[in-house]
C-alpha cells in the first residue's frame, strides 16, 4: 500500500465515492444505507460534488490509496438559523481500517471548519459503534444523548448517539 494522501473530492470522483460509500455500507451497519448504496446516478453525484467544491461552508474530502478511493469524509452545512452548524460524516473501507485514516480524515474536516467559521459540528452515530465513538472523543466529540431507535435494519432498531464538537 503506497502512502494515503487526502484531498478534496472532485466531480471526476463521483463513481468511486459512490462505490466507495456502497462498499462500506455492505461492510458494516453503520451507516443510513447498506450494500445497495446511495439512491444517486454518477451524474447527480458529479453535480453534488462540484456544488462542494464550490462550496466555502461544506467539504467533501476523499482518501486514496494511489489510484483508490478507500475513504470519505464530508461537512455538510445546515440552512437559516443553523448555519454556523454543519454534519460530519465519515467512512473508510474495512480494509484500511486501524490506519489512522479516519484520523487524519477528521483533523482536515475540523481544520476546514475552523477556517470557514463553522462553530459546531454535529453527528449521529450507533451506540455500539465503539471505533467511531472512540474517534469522535479523540477528537473533542461530546454525546448529548441517546436516539433511540434510530435506524430500523429489517425488523432490528438500533440506537445512535448525538453527538458535537463546539469550536466557538
Ligand atoms: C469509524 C471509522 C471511520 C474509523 O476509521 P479508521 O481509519 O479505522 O480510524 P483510525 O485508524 O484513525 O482510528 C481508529 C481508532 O479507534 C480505536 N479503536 C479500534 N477499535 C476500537 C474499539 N473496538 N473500541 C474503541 N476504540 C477502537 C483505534 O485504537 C483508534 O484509536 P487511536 O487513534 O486512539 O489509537 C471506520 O471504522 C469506518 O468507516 N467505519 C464504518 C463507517 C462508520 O462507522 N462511520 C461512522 C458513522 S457515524
Not at 7 to 23: N, T
Request: charge should be negative; include cysteine.
Amino acid at each position: 500500500m503506497e502512502q494515503i494522501m487526502i484531498r478534496e473530492a472532485l466531480p471526476e470522483d463521483a463513481e468511486a465515492v459512490l462505490a466507495c460509500l456502497k462498499q462500506v455500507g455492505g461492510e458494516t451497519d453503520n451507516l443510513t444505507f447498506g450494500s445497495e448504496g446511495l439512491p444517486f446516478t454518477a451524474e447527480q453525484e458529479r453535480i453534488f460534488l462540484q456544488e462542494q467544491q464550490a462550496s466555502d461552508h461544506g467539504v467533501f474530502l476523499c482518501a486514496l490509496d494511489g489510484p483508490h478511493l478507500v475513504g470519505t469524509a464530508s461537512l455538510q452545512p445546515l440552512p437559516r438559523r443553523m448555519y454556523h452548524r454543519a454534519e460530519l460524516g465519515i467512512s473508510v473501507v474495512k480494509a484500511y481500517w486501524g490506519r489512522g485514516i479516519g484520523s487524519q480524515l477528521l483533523e482536515q474536516i475540523i481544520a476546514y471548519a475552523k477556517a470557514h467559521g463553522i462553530e459546531l459540528l454535529n453527528l449521529e452515530v450507533r451506540s455500539d459503534n465503539a471505533r467511531a465513538i472512540h474517534l469522535y472523543e479523540k477528537y473533542g466529540f461530546r454525546s448529548i444523548g441517546i436516539s433511540p431507535a434510530f435506524f430500523k435494519i429489517g425488523s432490528q432498531y438500533a440506537d445512535c448517539v448525538l453527538m458535537y464538537l463546539d469550536l466557538r
